[in-house]
């Protein structure tokens, strides 16, 4: 499995990005796939999930009305459309899929089969 994400880069804030995540390896219709950030000096936190069948989508409490995930099964990619972005979304933003990762009971879960990309870099400026 591999999970390519693209689009971080550096913002104002007020702003918007749109990350890229392509996969591959895998039936990508299988999992529910996601994102997750890590800000320096923080844990990683769960940002977004949406479902196998693009049928349900998850956010975060502090992202949502801002940011918007999808998927596009012909490309093997999703997305996560940022808007109004603020300098606290400062972070590396990894996409992660697998059998284990979702959203259960509140919280984004993971396991260890699941697989993670390198991240992107996202900046948002003052």
């Known amino acids: 499995v591999q999970l390519q994400a693209s689009g971080g880069g550096l913002v104002q804030a007020g702003g918007s990005l749109r990350l890229s995540c392509a996969a591959s390896?895998?039936?990508?219709?299988?999992?529910?796939i996601g994102w997750f950030r890590q800000a320096p000096g923080k844990e990683r936190e769960g940002v977004s999930c949406i479902s196998s069948k693009a049928g349900s989508e998850r956010y975060a409490d502090f992202v949502k009305g801002r940011f918007t995930i999808s998927r596009d099964t012909a490309k093997n990619t999703v997305y996560l459309e940022m808007n109004g972005l603020e300098p606290e979304d400062t972070a590396v933003y990894y996409c992660?899929?697998?059998?284990?990762?979702?959203?259960?009971?509140?919280?984004?879960?993971?396991?260890?089969?699941?697989?993670w990309g390198r991240g992107t870099q996202v900046t948002v400026s003052s």
């Open positions: 992660v899929t697998g059998p284990t990762f979702g959203y259960y009971r509140g919280s984004f879960v993971y396991g260890n089969n699941d697989a």
């Open positions: 390896g895998f039936t990508f219709d299988d999992y529910a």
